[in-house]
């Protein structure tokens, strides 16, 4: 039995053991000792042969108290063993530690004693270097196979990943290597999903500053302000400061909206209080604009991208409605879907003049995306859109335009919901 020790830290983490049948040895003893007693005792002097089998596994004094090989320096004694007159040799193997006792009558001996010196001298020679071959052979075997481990081991150390090794048994060295090729390959795929996932948060995170940049630069634009201001000007004139006062605080409060940051990550609830707040603003200048919401109640704190639905809202109006001098409505639910694949569907529907069938197609399809932002400003609001939820939702999603039989657009987005 030998231990199996680790690389890094290097402690024991178990034994391999070579078994061999008592026949076996029998086998080899006695076809090369015949006449004689002969036992095989370990480097503790534990008896691991014995003709009898009466005493495996048991000290050598056990056989006969005077019999000790730790520590002797004899290799021939004379003594009484069962009351015979015998003569007791033994042999060591500095490969492995164990030795062989050979007892043999001294009528045998003087008898043949030129004959059973040649025996002794072939018999110990040929255990020697038959355990020096078994132990030769057993140590390669044992030993290539950790070795191309390790050398494996150390190519994934200089970062080569792809250094794999063939499974040649299923012994314990084997099922080792199964586990260090099934490491390998969670290592790679872990490294490799890592950077990817990290790679979809940067784009993410990057797409989501420009959008929010994007957006605050359509807001806050000379065009803008001026017709706020404006209308803010012609109520001071028209009635008392607190009508004034009140405008400038839902325009602050737009802002304020727009502007806080938590995370790019904002609950439902949010994202309609800010196109609530729009909706106020821009019902200021367009007095028949009306805006109606059916949010369910276990929907409204459920997290989605910020600034998914705000640019879809903005086009419905100033393009939807815009050939109808901006007198309509705009319907928007959050629902649960109908879809098996989904959780969550978002419809945001209104009463406008509609799109052509070209432009329809174009939004479903991701082909033609790019050709808008060479027209209207408010289409780069649509592909931003789509390209933010295919970034967290990993293509995961559905959005569709069509015009509605009354007249105006509906879009409808199918998501999962967010953790």
Known sequence: AREINSFSPFERIGYIMLLSPVSEIAGILEANNRGAISILVDEEDNIVYEPSGKYLGQPLSSYDERLSIGGSEFSHLEMSIQDVESLVSYGSSENSGWSLLTIRSLDDVLANSIYLEKVSITTACAAFVIALILAVITGRRIARPVKTLSDAMIQVKDGDYDAKVEVESQDEIGQLSEVYNLMIDRIRYLIVDKYQVKAKLQEAELLQTKTELQYLRNQINPHFLYNTLDTIRFSAAVNNDIEVSEMIYKLANFFRLNTKKKSELIEINEEIAMIKSYFTLMKIRYKKLHDFYEIEPDLGNQLMPSFILQPIVENSILHGLKDKKYEGSIRISVVRSDHDLYDCKIKISDDGNGMNQEDLDCLNSTEC??????????????????????????????????????????VEIYLRLLE
């Open 369 to 410: 995306q790019d050709i808008f932002e060479e027209q209207e400003q408010g289409h780069i609001g649509i592909n931003n859109v789509k390209k933010r939820l295919a970034l967290y939702y990993d293509n995961d999603y559905q959005i569709s335009f069509s015009n509605n039989d009354q007249g105006g657009v509906t």
